[in-house]
């Protein structure tokens, strides 16, 4: 086990460093001068030109530049925009909310698409199995920013059942419709894949023994179940990526004011080194829960063994 | 269908020389003919795939020939008509700046399946290239290109791509042609490795096999191996694969223009309707609803695509 985790640790210390730099290159290797919007429609006073080139090292080679903003990473500075608020700053005040509209998806998620993928499965074949089939599909190809503007206008505005906006403090209850809204892609991904894997399953030998043995239903279910969550519990890893980037659009459109939220004001007010350092902080955070996810499996699944 | 039968006839007016290995024959005859065969047999049973293919062949037209759906042009806004309610003039009302919404989204098509298509292309190629050579030679170069593609695949897409656009400067007057390309390009980066893991499972689940070793001792070269005797078995999942991503390229498009990241300048596109039309949600909530209604009817149409498309060719999930 333990070598396993040395491994893996090994293995994403690679992935990180080849993200990061693959980022940065990218980011700052690309056409246009990263001081040429800095001072509104004019150019910037040629000393601040100077002085700015010094301070970012701008003037060096990649490698240098690379090397001098990932032992800032380490050392938690992540550089600050052409205001001088520092990015750090901004990401620990703007986190918690996030990490509570993430906890509120990955809640829907589990239990909505976890109920709606047992019930299809065990009901395989019939009329409400093709319904949610059919619904589930269709709801898979809404975008995410689709979704939530519907929300909002829909039980936000119209019906005034929930806040259309979050205050800054985003509190849990506040945070329930973006949350939900922030799920739905996840959710149905999850009933999905837990409905097929559930099926397959459901038919093993093992199941056929616990049946034959006069075990009641739902200890059958849960003996299949167990098995069934390995898939479930790598997708949610897996996916997410995906739920940061939607938290992305979803704080927007709701006005939330944490982490995605950040992004998108520093999108229109183009402070790209806001967007950068940000952006680079989520993706580790993205790998760190993919590698515990993996991690994660033992512990479900006694067949695994790492060695 | 009328393959296999054709077969037997052939088969049975000869005279057998050898029973068994003729029986043989006719079985395996039957099996090379049937992937393709049964898969269409299978497709052409099936409504979702008429359905989403009608959708995707109607887009398809409406992105090449928007003249042929509405006779008004897109640009020409009238400002007097700002946010009006759908009306005999315009069936689904104006947008902010009194544009016609029926002939934007019209318009709009072309942008978004060309960012979809381009980006679709340009992942399939680089994912079949890659996984074609990482599967076929193994060794160092499956691991540098597996690692590779590792870091790429560990880049969260939307914030991949906004990451990229962030910094990339529009330009003043650029050509629409430009920004879509831009578009693909980032989506494509940050697209390919799922395409190229795909096809090298499934080259390293053929390389193998007997066939190919056959074909190997019959001294075939390396490329005709590839091209006659991998390749084949590489393209479904890999064209499975692309289908779905269009659709998914198509969202990402969308929502990097709602964001104010993804097409630039003049080019009409549904996101950057539906990013304007945001702020106005409670008093013109039409604004929002048909763009809405449209690019979801647009993905919907290529993932029904691909799921019908996998079932066929995926003896297991028939």
């Given amino acids: ?307 | 269908m009328s393959e296999p039968v054709a077969a037997a006839v052939a088969i049975k007016a000869e005279p057998p020389l050898m029973p068994e290995l003729e029986a043989q024959a006719r079985l395996s005859r039957v099996g090379s003919a049937s992937l393709t065969a049964q898969a269409w047999r299978h497709l052409r049973r099936n409504p979702l795939f008429w359905i989403s293919s009608a959708l995707v062949v109607g887009l398809v037209v409406m992105a090449v020939m928007p003249g042929w759906f509405t006779s008004k042009d897109p640009a020409l806004c009238v400002l007097a008509q700002s946010r009006h309610t759908p009306h005999a003039g315009a069936w689904l009302g104006n947008d902010l700046q009194g544009c016609d919404i029926y002939a934007r989204l019209v318009y709009g098509t072309r942008a978004s399946l060309a960012v979809g298509a381009l980006a679709a292309m340009f992942t399939f190629a680089v994912g079949v290239l890659t996984g074609l050579v990482a599967g076929y030679y193994g060794g160092w170069l499956d691991a540098v290109l597996s690692r590779l593609a590792d870091v790429f695949f560990a880049i969260p897409f939307l914030l991949g791509a906004i990451l990229i656009m962030v910094s990339l400067a529009p330009a003043p007057g650029e050509p629409a042609w430009k920004s879509i390309g831009l578009v693909a390009a980032t989506l494509a980066v940050l697209g390919w490795p799922p395409c190229a893991r795909v096809c090298r499972s499934a080259v390293i689940a053929v390389r193998d096999m007997e066939y190919v070793r056959a074909a190997r001792g019959l001294g075939a070269g390396t490329p005709r191996i590839l091209r006659v005797h991998v390749l084949p078995s590489v393209i479904t999942p890999a064209l499975v694969m692309t289908t779905l991503m269009v659709g998914g390229f198509i969202a990402a498009e969308a929502t990097l223009s709602f964001l104010g990241l993804g097409l630039r300048g003049s080019v009409i596109t549904w996101g950057k309707s539906l990013s304007e039309a945001q702020d106005y949600a409670e008093v013109s909530p039409h604004m929002v609803i048909f763009p809405s209604v449209v690019l979801s009817v647009a993905v919907l149409a290529f993932v029904a695509l691909a799921e019908a498309l996998r079932e066929a060719f995926d003896p297991k999930a028939r």
């Fill in chain 1, 1 to 307: 086990m333990s070598r396993y985790v040395a491994r893996r640790l090994l293995q994403m210390l690679l992935v990180v460093t080849g993200a990061t730099f693959l980022i940065f290159a990218l980011v700052w290797a690309l056409p246009g001068d990263p001081l040429s919007g800095m001072c509104g429609y004019r150019q910037c006073p040629a000393a601040y030109q100077t002085a700015m080139r010094e301070k970012f090292h701008l003037d060096q080679p990649l490698w240098v530049q690379y090397t001098s903003y990932i032992t800032n990473l380490l050392h938690g500075d992540l550089g600050e925009t052409p205001g001088g608020r520092l990015v750090s700053h901004e990401l620990v005040a703007a986190y918690p909310v996030t990490v509570r509209l993430a906890l509120i998806a990955i809640g829907f998620e589990v239990i909505i698409g976890g109920l709606l993928g047992v019930v299809t499965a065990l009901r395989k074949g019939k009329l409400s199995d093709h319904a949610a089939l059919a619904v589930t599909m269709v709801l898979s190809s809404v975008p995410v920013f689709v979704i939530g503007t519907m929300m909002q206008l829909g039980l936000g505005l119209r019906l005034h059942w929930f806040p259309a906006t979050i205050s800054a403090a985003g509190s849990w209850s506040e945070l329930i419709l973006p949350g939900f809204a922030l799920s739905v892609l996840s959710l149905v991904f999850v009933a999905r894949l837990l409905r097929a894997d559930l099926i397959d399953n459901l038919r093993a030998d093992y199941v056929r023994t616990a049946i034959a043995k006069g075990l009641p239903r739902h200890r059958v279910v849960w003996h299949a179940l167990r098995n069934s969550l390995i898939p479930v519990v790598t997708f949610i890893g897996a996916d997410f990526g995906a739920l940061l980037g939607g938290a992305i659009v979803v704080e927007g459109i709701f006005n939330i004011h944490g982490v995605g939220g950040l992004i998108v004001r520093s999108i229109y007010r183009r402070e790209s080194a806001m967007v950068v350092g940000v952006v680079t902080v989520l993706i580790v955070v993205f790998l760190v829960v993919n590698l515990l996810v993996d991690l994660l499996y033992a512990a479900l699944d006694p067949r695994i063994r790492y060695e």
